[in-house]
């Protein structure tokens, strides 16, 4: 069986992980091999994080671009692509996405030469509102597809709701690198007190992680984060970790507001952000619209609390009320600023559920992901999976 992956960029930390534990399977598995085509190194918004080391990946490769994503024409990714399915001849093309037209002219191309195909998704229902016209526009080209590979059961949903079939459904899982994670977050725990100490943080705190953009929802968090302080004569602080269009908005509504306790830092890479979880005690992620929201692995993986916006395409999966955290409607303050004031109200229930959190996110590791592909190329190309179609 050989499977070849067309990916937007190489510079994508998590999805390599996935990809090199795909190419493990392949070293051990005679009937299996792998080609990932990825269309350039980086996009234009990662150029300031750096780029890969080609000698950083361990799977194989190819390349249609050198520089940045948004300079590859259409013509080049096109022929790239078809310049790979001809030379590689794959039993099985795993498409990342609808977004790019690109991908249209592949699945003609697949269709016409009756190669399996495999469709990864991680749009919800709700992270976006939907059009009829495009709905219908990508319910063909779903209908097309011989499996897909979704990030969470919402992700499958949608799928559902666009033509895909329940057998057809092989994936419904999104991960981190759990283990460096929490490697990286054990070394920083360490002299966490003394760096909130040299931060003048508060001794207990709720953090953010994302880019400081409208969906995430951040005046929400601030003012529900407000009114709670303004009823409760505690300890806790908010960490705010990110940069973006709204990052000089937000502080000034933390001034207008006169919301005490609130510390905003730069962002930082994915190797720093578990340092800052060291800072923190419960993760918060009030977006209006996420299709998954992988810093909420990150967290649980920290063995952290999470408290999550039923939008966010994890909530569904990996966040458990009153067990691990806490989802909430993201429109509705009143509601929100009650979970808060119970978690902050209450620190002797965090320890408990941030353990209940590190045992759930076990299950989402990229060698448990990379397994569930394999048995889905696998799944797409018995004689059996077609016959029950």
């Not at 409760?232 to 970790?241: C, K, M, T, V, Y």
């Not at 619209?289 to 039923?310: D, K, R």
């Given at each position: 069986m050989k499977v070849l992956i067309l990916h937007n960029i190489l510079w994508a930390h998590y999805k390599s992980l996935v990809f090199d534990a795909l190419n493990e399977i392949s070293q051990k598995s005679e009937d299996f091999e792998l080609l990932v085509v990825q269309t350039a190194r980086t996009e234009r918004s990662r150029i300031s994080m750096g780029n890969t080391s080609s000698t950083e990946v361990r799977y194989p490769y190819k390349l249609i671009g050198e520089?940045?994503?948004?300079?590859?024409?259409l013509k080049q990714r096109i022929l790239g692509m078809l310049s790979a399915i001809r030379e590689f001849k794959p039993d099985v093309v795993n498409i990342t996405g609808y977004y790019d037209l690109a991908f249209w002219v592949v699945l003609f191309y697949c269709k016409l030469h009756r190669i399996k195909l495999v469709l990864s998704n991680e749009s919800t229902a709700v992270d976006h509102i939907r059009n009829g016209l495009k709905e219908k526009i990508k319910s063909i080209f779903v209908r097309q597809f011989d499996g897909f590979f979704?990030?969470?059961?919402?992700?499958a949903q949608y799928m559902l709701s666009l033509g895909a079939q329940s057998n057809q459904l092989l994936v419904e899982k999104n991960c981190v690198d759990n283990a460096t994670i929490r490697t990286i977050y054990d070394d920083a725990k360490l002299q966490a007190e003394q760096t909130k100490q040299n931060q003048q943080l508060k001794k207990y705190n709720?953090?953010?992680v994302g880019r400081l953009i409208s969906f995430k929802n951040l005046s929400f968090l601030i003012k529900a984060f407000g009114l709670a302080k303004s009823k409760?004569?505690?300890?806790?602080?908010?960490?705010?970790?990110g940069d973006g269009e709204e990052k000089a908005k937000l502080e000034n509504?933390?001034?207008?507001?006169?919301?005490?306790?609130?510390?905003?830092f730069p962002g930082v890479g994915w190797q720093e952000v578990p340092r800052y979880l060291a800072l923190a005690d419960v993760l918060v992620l009030p977006s209006y619209?996420?299709?998954?929201?992988?810093?909420?692995?990150?967290?649980?993986?920290?063995?952290?609390?999470?408290?999550?916006?039923?939008n966010c395409g994890c909530a569904a999966d990996i966040v458990k009320d009153g067990i691990n955290g806490f989802t909430f409607n993201p429109y509705d303050i009143n509601h929100f600023e009650e979970i808060l004031i119970a978690v902050m109200n209450d620190i002797t229930k965090l320890e408990k559920m941030g353990k209940e959190s590190e045992r759930i996110i076990a299950e989402y590791t990229p060698q448990k992901v990379a397994e569930e592909m394999y048995n889905g190329f696998c799944k797409c190309t018995s004689l059996s999976y077609y016959q029950d179609k």
């Open positions: 520089g940045v994503l948004e300079d590859v024409s979704n990030f969470g059961s919402l992700s709720l953090i953010f409760l004569s505690n300890e806790w602080g908010l960490i705010i970790l509504l933390t001034k207008e507001q006169n919301v005490e306790d609130i510390n905003f619209s996420e299709p998954w929201g992988l810093v909420v692995n990150e967290a649980m993986a920290c063995a952290m609390p999470v408290i999550v916006s039923e």
